[in-house]
C-alpha cells in the first residue's frame, strides 16, 4: 500500500484556479486534475459520505446536513456519529486488505465512534449548568490533551460563525484551518497513517458571505450560442470576475495547502487535493415555512413569548440547506398541492417526487416526501415567523444544532446594533462570571448572503475538483461524486491492484 493524504479544500472549483492559488494551480499542472460532478444535494456530510462509501444517498442515507427524524418527531443537524452512515467506508475496505493499514481523520464530518484508528473533530463540552465550553474530540481519547498541548486550544470560534474567515479577538481568519493543517502534521510526525484525511473549510466562509463573483447571472442568462460552445469548450466559470473580497482568502488557503502538500511529499506520501462543492453567487433569498405558514399548514407554537415551529404537529414543513430543502408532509393528502403551490413560486427551479428522487439517487426514509430545487441565484432559508420581533432566541444566536435548517446568516453580525463589538465584549465577561446569558449578535436579513451551494451549478468549471500528485492513477477528466471512492482506492493500493 502506498501512504495517501486527502486535503480537503472546501469550495476549491476549476474557476479559481490561476494566479491568487499559485502553489496549488502548480500541483495540478505537475499532476492531474479531474471535475467531479457533484453530489445531490452538493453539501458536506452528503458529498463526504458519496466519497468514502462509493455509493449514493438512496443506500448511505445521508440526505443532507441534516433531516427531520420522523420517529423523533425533530429535525437534527450536524449529528455526528458516524453510525449514522449506511454503508461501508474506504477505509474498513483497505483494512479488511492488510491488517497493518491505518487511517487518520482529520475535522471530516461523522468522526466519532467510527472505524478509524485516528479522528479529531470539533465536539463542545455542555455542562449541566448551562455553559457551552469550546473543545475537541479525538479518538483514542488520549489523542486530545496531548495535542492540545502541543497546538493549544483548537479556534473553535474561528471554525463557524461571525469569527470564522475574519481577524478577530479569536484568532486570524484562517486559524481553524491552520490548527487543522498543523494537527495534520503532528499526525504524521507521531503515527504515519496509511491514509490520512484532512479537511480546510477556510475558503468556504467569504464565499458564502461574499460570493465566488462580483455578481450573480440571471436565470436562463446563458444563449443557445454560449450553450453550445460550452459543448465543445473547455468549462468556464459562470460569467463575472473574481470578487475581490475573497482574494486573501485564495492567498492564505493557498498558503496552508502549499506547505501541506510540501510536507507530505518530502515524506513520499501521495496527495490527493479535493472539494465537496462549489459555491455560485446568490441574490435572493427564498423562505419556504413562510409560504407553508401562510397557507396554515405550520404548527407554531409560542414559548415565552417566541414562536416556534412544531414539526411534528405541522401538516407539511421544510427543512432547508443551502439551495435544497427537503419537504415534509405529515398530511401526505398535501402532496400535490404543495408541489403545485411550489412549482408556481419564483426561485425555485424543480420539485422532486417519488420518480424524480429515485432517478437522483435520493430515495431514501431519511429525505423528504418531495424535495425543493432552488435557482442558481437563490438559496433557502429556515425563517418560518411573520414577525421579527417574535423570531425564536436561538435565531440571533449561533446555534447550528437548534435551528430547524442551516443558517449561513450565523457568519454576520447584525450591522443594525451599535457598538456590537462592545455587546460581544459584554456577553464574554458575563459567560466568565458565570452567569446566562444569549451571544444575540447574528442578524436576520436572509439578503445578506452572497453565495451558496447544494444544486448542480450550469457551470463545471464551478464544480468540485480531484487534484492528485499521480497524473497516472486519474485518467478520468470528470467523473460521479461516487466514483471518488475508487480513486482514493487506487492510490492507496499498489498500482498493480488498481480497482475500477
Same mark, same amino acid.
Given at each position: 500500500?502506498?501512504?495517501?493524504?486527502?486535503?480537503?479544500?472546501?469550495?476549491?472549483?476549476?474557476?479559481? =484556479?490561476?494566479?491568487?492559488?499559485?502553489?496549488?494551480?502548480?500541483?495540478?499542472?505537475?499532476?492531474?486534475?479531474?471535475?467531479?460532478?457533484?453530489?445531490?444535494?452538493?453539501?458536506?456530510?452528503?458529498?463526504?459520505?458519496?466519497?468514502?462509501?462509493?455509493? $449514493?444517498?438512496?443506500? /448511505?442515507?445521508?440526505?443532507?446536513?441534516?433531516?427531520?427524524?420522523?420517529?423523533? $418527531?425533530?429535525?437534527?443537524?450536524?449529528?455526528?456519529?458516524?453510525?449514522?452512515?449506511?454503508?461501508?467506508?474506504?477505509?474498513? @475496505?483497505?483494512?479488511?486488505?492488510?491488517?497493518?493499514?491505518?487511517?487518520?481523520?482529520?475535522?471530516?464530518?461523522?468522526?466519532?465512534? &467510527?472505524?478509524?484508528?485516528?479522528?479529531?473533530?470539533?465536539?463542545?463540552?455542555?455542562?449541566?449548568?448551562?455553559?457551552?465550553?469550546?473543545?475537541?474530540?479525538?479518538?483514542?481519547?488520549?489523542?486530545?490533551?496531548?495535542?492540545?498541548?502541543?497546538?493549544?486550544?483548537?479556534?473553535?470560534?474561528?471554525?463557524?460563525?461571525?469569527?470564522?474567515?475574519?481577524?478577530?479577538?479569536?484568532?486570524?481568519?484562517?486559524?481553524?484551518?491552520?490548527?487543522?493543517? !498543523? &494537527?495534520?502534521?503532528?499526525?504524521?510526525?507521531?503515527?504515519?497513517?496509511?491514509?490520512?484525511?484532512?479537511?480546510?473549510? /477556510?475558503?468556504?466562509?467569504? =464565499? !458564502?458571505?461574499?460570493?465566488?463573483?462580483?455578481?450573480?447571472?440571471?436565470?436562463? $442568462?446563458? *444563449?443557445?450560442?454560449?450553450?453550445?460552445?460550452?459543448?465543445? &469548450?473547455? #468549462?468556464?466559470?459562470?460569467?463575472?470576475?473574481?470578487?475581490?473580497?475573497?482574494?486573501?482568502?485564495?492567498?492564505?488557503?493557498?498558503?496552508?495547502?502549499?506547505?501541506?502538500?510540501?510536507?507530505?511529499?518530502?515524506?513520499?506520501?501521495?496527495?490527493?487535493? =479535493?472539494?465537496?462543492?462549489? =459555491?455560485?453567487?446568490?441574490?435572493?433569498?427564498?423562505?419556504?415555512?413562510?409560504?407553508?405558514?401562510? @397557507?396554515?399548514? %405550520?404548527?407554531?407554537?409560542?414559548?415565552?413569548?417566541?414562536?416556534?415551529?412544531?414539526?411534528?404537529?405541522?401538516?407539511?414543513?421544510?427543512?432547508?440547506?443551502?439551495?435544497? $430543502?427537503?419537504?415534509?408532509?405529515?398530511?401526505?393528502? %398535501?402532496? *400535490?398541492?404543495?408541489?403545485?403551490?411550489?412549482?408556481?413560486?419564483?426561485?425555485?427551479?424543480?420539485?422532486?417526487?417519488?420518480? @424524480?428522487?429515485?432517478?437522483?439517487?435520493?430515495?431514501?426514509?431519511?429525505?423528504?416526501?418531495?424535495?425543493?430545487?432552488?435557482?442558481?441565484?437563490?438559496?433557502?432559508?429556515?425563517?418560518?415567523?411573520?414577525?421579527?420581533?417574535?423570531?425564536?432566541?436561538?435565531?440571533?444566536?449561533?446555534?447550528? /444544532?437548534?435551528?430547524?435548517?442551516?443558517?449561513?446568516?450565523?457568519?454576520?453580525?447584525? #450591522?443594525?446594533?451599535?457598538?456590537?463589538?462592545?455587546?460581544?465584549?459584554?456577553?464574554?465577561? !458575563?459567560?466568565?462570571?458565570?452567569?446566562?446569558?444569549?451571544?444575540?449578535?447574528?442578524?436576520?436579513?436572509?439578503?445578506?448572503?452572497?453565495?451558496?451551494?447544494?444544486?448542480?451549478?450550469? /457551470?463545471?468549471?464551478?464544480?468540485?475538483?480531484?487534484?492528485?500528485? @499521480?497524473?497516472?492513477?486519474? #485518467?478520468?477528466? !470528470?467523473?460521479?461524486?461516487?466514483?471518488?471512492?475508487?480513486?482514493?482506492?487506487?492510490?492507496?493500493?499498489? *498500482?498493480?491492484?488498481?480497482?475500477?
Amino acid at each position: 500500500m502506498k501512504r495517501t493524504a486527502v486535503i480537503n479544500v472546501v469550495g476549491l472549483t476549476e474557476s479559481l =484556479l490561476g494566479p491568487h492559488l499559485p502553489r496549488i494551480t502548480a500541483f495540478a499542472q505537475r499532476g492531474a486534475q479531474a471535475t467531479i460532478r457533484p453530489a445531490f444535494p452538493a453539501v458536506t456530510c452528503t458529498a463526504q459520505a458519496d466519497y468514502l462509501t462509493g455509493v $449514493a444517498p438512496a443506500r /448511505h442515507g445521508i440526505v443532507g446536513n441534516g433531516w427531520y427524524h420522523r420517529e423523533l $418527531a425533530e429535525v437534527q443537524f450536524w449529528k455526528q456519529s458516524d453510525r449514522l452512515v449506511g454503508a461501508r467506508k474506504l477505509w474498513d @475496505e483497505l483494512r479488511g486488505r492488510d491488517r497493518r493499514f491505518t487511517c487518520a481523520k482529520l475535522f471530516w464530518w461523522f468522526n466519532m465512534y &467510527s472505524t478509524a484508528d485516528f479522528a479529531i473533530t470539533p465536539r463542545p463540552l455542555y455542562p449541566a449548568d448551562g455553559r457551552k465550553v469550546f473543545d475537541i474530540y479525538t479518538w483514542p481519547f488520549s489523542l486530545r490533551p496531548e495535542i492540545k498541548a502541543d497546538l493549544g486550544e483548537f479556534p473553535f470560534a474561528a471554525f463557524w460563525g461571525p469569527a470564522a474567515g475574519r481577524r478577530s479577538p479569536q484568532g486570524a481568519p484562517d486559524a481553524a484551518s491552520r490548527w487543522i493543517a !498543523q &494537527s495534520a502534521r503532528w499526525i504524521e510526525d507521531r503515527h504515519q497513517p496509511t491514509l490520512s484525511l484532512i479537511y480546510l473549510p /477556510h475558503l468556504d466562509y467569504n =464565499l !458564502q458571505r461574499f460570493g465566488p463573483r462580483l455578481t450573480a447571472p440571471a436565470a436562463g $442568462a446563458r *444563449s443557445a450560442a454560449e450553450a453550445k460552445a460550452e459543448s465543445v &469548450s473547455p #468549462p468556464r466559470a459562470g460569467g463575472g470576475d473574481l470578487n475581490p473580497a475573497i482574494l486573501p482568502d485564495l492567498q492564505a488557503i493557498d498558503a496552508i495547502v502549499g506547505d501541506l502538500l510540501d510536507f507530505f511529499l518530502k515524506r513520499a506520501v501521495r496527495v490527493v487535493l =479535493l472539494s465537496e462543492y462549489g =459555491l455560485t453567487p446568490v441574490r435572493r433569498p427564498v423562505h419556504l415555512n413562510r409560504i407553508f405558514r401562510r @397557507e396554515g399548514w %405550520l404548527a407554531i407554537k409560542e414559548e415565552l413569548g417566541r414562536e416556534i415551529l412544531d414539526g411534528g404537529a405541522s401538516r407539511a414543513f421544510a427543512v432547508a440547506d443551502h439551495q435544497v $430543502a427537503h419537504i415534509y408532509l405529515n398530511d401526505p393528502s %398535501l402532496a *400535490s398541492t404543495v408541489r403545485s403551490l411550489l412549482e408556481r413560486q419564483t426561485g425555485i427551479e424543480a420539485i422532486l417526487g417519488p420518480a @424524480e428522487k429515485t432517478a437522483a439517487g435520493l430515495d431514501h426514509p431519511r429525505a423528504g416526501d418531495l424535495i425543493a430545487v432552488a435557482a442558481e441565484d437563490a438559496w433557502f432559508t429556515y425563517y418560518y415567523w411573520l414577525d421579527d420581533a417574535v423570531a425564536p432566541d436561538f435565531a440571533r444566536t449561533v446555534d447550528i /444544532h437548534r435551528k430547524p435548517g442551516y443558517d449561513p446568516v450565523e457568519l454576520f453580525l447584525d #450591522p443594525a446594533r451599535r457598538f456590537i463589538q462592545g455587546r460581544i465584549a459584554w456577553r464574554l465577561l !458575563q459567560k466568565k462570571l458565570g452567569f446566562r446569558m444569549l451571544m444575540d449578535v447574528v442578524p436576520l436579513d436572509a439578503g445578506l448572503v452572497q453565495g451558496s451551494h447544494g444544486r448542480r451549478p450550469a /457551470h463545471p468549471a464551478d464544480w468540485p475538483v480531484l487534484i492528485s500528485s @499521480e497524473a497516472a492513477l486519474l #485518467p478520468e477528466r !470528470q467523473m460521479d461524486s461516487t466514483a471518488v471512492y475508487s480513486i482514493l482506492r487506487r492510490h492507496v493500493l499498489d *498500482s498493480d491492484e488498481r480497482v475500477g
